[in-house]
């Protein structure tokens, strides 16, 4: 009952910016986590960066110091500024959000395709 859409992504220089957005809706009570997850052609899935319902943050070594996650707790939204954007980012970024019932669970968006040429 938790839907998750992102938007933002696209064709970008290197060097360019880009920000991603995912909003979620349906059953959200209490949020544990929201963040982004990227997936290259041909590699696994891996945490890009994460806000926690406390506020702290964690990053990608890769991405520290050019991406920027933020919330808008109100909207149930999550945001992910990049900056200087490089070829190597090019993948497909997925929203995650963890929800805490009984346990944690974790949903997904569909991915929003991002492409960095040099």
């Known amino acids: 009952q938790v839907q998750l859409v992102e938007s933002g992504g696209g064709l970008v220089q290197a060097g360019g910016s880009l920000r991603l957005s995912c909003q979620a809706s349906?059953?959200?009570?209490?949020?544990?986590?929201m963040g982004w997850y990227r997936q290259a052609a041909g590699r696994q899935r891996e945490l890009v960066a994460r806000i926690f319902s406390g506020g702290s943050t964690d990053y990608a070594d890769s991405v520290k110091d050019r991406f920027t996650i933020s919330r808008d707790n109100a909207k149930n939204t999550v945001y992910l500024q990049m900056d200087n954007l490089k070829p190597e980012d090019t993948a497909v970024y997925f929203c995650?959000?963890?929800?805490?019932?009984?346990?944690?669970?974790?949903?997904w968006g569909q991915g929003t395709q991002v492409t960095v040429s040099s």
């Open positions: 995650n959000i963890v929800v805490v019932r009984s346990r944690l669970i974790d949903y």
């Open positions: 349906g059953s959200i009570f209490s949020i544990n986590s």
